[in-house]
C-alpha cells in the first residue's frame, strides 16, 4: 500500500485488551479500528485467542459480517469463519496471527491460493522467551529431581540423594528460529553444549546463534549422536513431519532428556513411548500432541517419567502485548508501503 489519505480499516477478530486496542488506533489517523469485545468469545485465560464457546445473536453475527466484507487488516484469523473467510472478507490484504505456527492452517483452508492478493504475517518471536523458560525448567526439572522432592515432601520424607547439574551436559536444539535460539541462549547461561539443527545451515555462525556447531536437517543423526538432552523448537512442515523416531531415539545418551515445544507432528509417539519405558529416554517434557487435546486414555498420562503441559508453554500474560508491538510495528510498514515482518512462506510453512 502506497501513502495516501484513505482509511485502512482493521478489524480485530480476537480479544485484546482496550489498552493494547488504543495502541493500534494510535498507529495513524487513517486507522479505523473495528472492535467490540461483546461480538468475540471471552477469554479463558490471559491471552486466549480462541475463548469460552460463543455464538452471536443475529443481528451482532449480521453486522460482524458486515465488518468482514469492509476490513482490509485483519488482527488474527477469524475463528467463526475458518471455512468461508475468502469469500467473507474479499477485501483483506493483510492478516497478522497472533501464533508463531500458522502454516499447516493456512495450508489446510488452502487461504493463500483463496486468498492470493492477501499478506500472512506471524506473531514469530513473541513466544521465544516463555518457550525457552519452560524447555530449561523442564531440563532442571528432571535433572534436579523436582518430581522426587515434591513426593518426599508429600509424604513427610526425610531422604538425602544426589541429582546433577547442566555444566558442560549436551543439547542438542533442532530448530534454530526465534525460540531455538532463546533456548540455546538460556543453556549457554548454565554452561551447556550445545548443537543446533536447522534449514539452512550453510554461511552461518554458530556463536551467532549460541551453539558449538549448526548441521543441516539431513546431518540430523550426527547432531542427536550421544546428546544428553534435546529440544524440539522446529516448524511442523512436510521436511519435519516424524523427524524424531525409533531411530533417532537410539542415538541419544541413554536417559535422555527430550522437551517439544514444536508441534506434536514432528515425534512417532510410539517410539517415544517405547524408550521412555526402556529408559533409553529418561524424561520427556510435553507441551504437544499429534493429537491435541490429549487422549484422556493415553498412557502419556500416568507415565511418571513425562510431564505433560496442555500447549500451553509459550503462553505467558504479557503475550498480547508483544503481539501488539509486532501488529503496530508492522502496520506502520503496511501504512508506508514497506515490506512487512514475519510474512508467512506459504511454500515452506513458516
Not at 41 to 49: C, K, L, Q, S, T
Not at 56 to 67: A, F, M
Not at 210 to 217: C, D, L, P
Not at 246 to 271: F, K, M, Q, T, W
Amino acid at each position: 500500500m502506497s501513502e495516501s489519505s484513505r482509511a485502512v480499516c482493521v478489524l480485530i477478530a480476537s480479544y485484546l485488551e482496550p489498552h493494547h486496542v488504543e495502541r493500534v488506533r494510535a498507529v495513524d489517523p487513517r486507522v479505523e479500528v473495528m472492535y467490540e469485545p461483546q461480538m468475540l468469545p471471552r477469554p479463558r485465560y490471559a491471552a486466549d485467542h480462541d475463548g469460552y464457546p460463543f455464538e452471536r445473536s443475529q443481528d451482532d453475527e449480521k453486522l460482524w459480517v458486515s465488518w468482514l466484507a469492509e476490513a482490509e487488516v485483519l488482527f488474527d484469523f477469524d475463528a467463526s469463519h475458518v471455512d468461508d473467510l475468502p469469500e467473507l472478507a474479499a477485501s483483506v490484504r493483510w492478516i497478522q496471527a497472533t501464533s508463531a505456527g500458522i502454516g499447516q492452517f493456512v495450508a489446510e483452508h488452502r487461504y493463500a491460493e483463496r486468498m492470493p492478493d492477501t499478506i500472512f504475517s506471524t506473531s514469530s518471536g513473541v513466544h521465544a522467551i516463555p518457550l525457552a523458560e519452560y524447555s530449561l525448567m523442564s531440563i532442571l526439572m528432571f535433572r534436579r529431581k523436582i518430581p522426587q522432592m515434591l513426593a518426599d515432601q508429600q509424604e513427610h520424607r526425610w531422604e538425602r540423594f544426589a541429582s546433577t547439574d547442566l555444566a558442560e551436559r549436551s543439547l542438542a536444539v533442532v530448530g534454530l528460529g526465534s525460540i531455538g535460539r532463546e533456548v540455546a541462549r538460556v543453556a549457554s547461561a548454565f554452561g551447556m553444549s550445545t548443537v543446533g539443527v536447522k534449514r539452512t545451515p550453510s554461511g552461518v555462525d554458530p556463536a551467532t546463534l549460541h551453539v558449538e556447531a549448526v548441521y543441516a536437517f539431513d546431518e540430523l543423526h550426527t547432531a542427536l549422536r550421544g546428546a544428553e538432552h534435546l529440544v524440539l523448537a522446529a516448524p511442523h512442515t512436510p521436511e519435519t513431519e516424524g523427524l524424531i523416531g525409533e531411530a533417532e531415539l537410539a542415538l541419544l545418551a541413554p536417559g535422555a532428556i527430550i522437551v517439544n515445544v514444536a508441534r506434536g507432528a514432528l515425534v512417532d509417539e510410539s517410539a517415544l513411548l517405547d524408550a521412555l519405558r526402556s529408559g533409553q529416554v529418561g524424561g520427556a517434557a510435553l507441551d504437544v500432541f499429534r493429537d491435541e487435546p490429549l487422549s484422556p486414555d493415553s498412557p502419556f498420562w500416568t507415565m511418571p517419567n513425562v510431564f505433560i503441559c496442555p500447549h500451553s508453554a509459550g503462553t505467558s500474560d504479557r503475550e498480547n502485548g508483544r503481539i501488539t508491538d509486532i501488529f503496530c510495528d508492522n502496520l506502520r510498514r503496511y501504512l508506508a508501503g514497506e515490506p512487512l515482518l514475519n510474512v508467512l512462506d506459504t511454500a515452506r510453512l513458516y
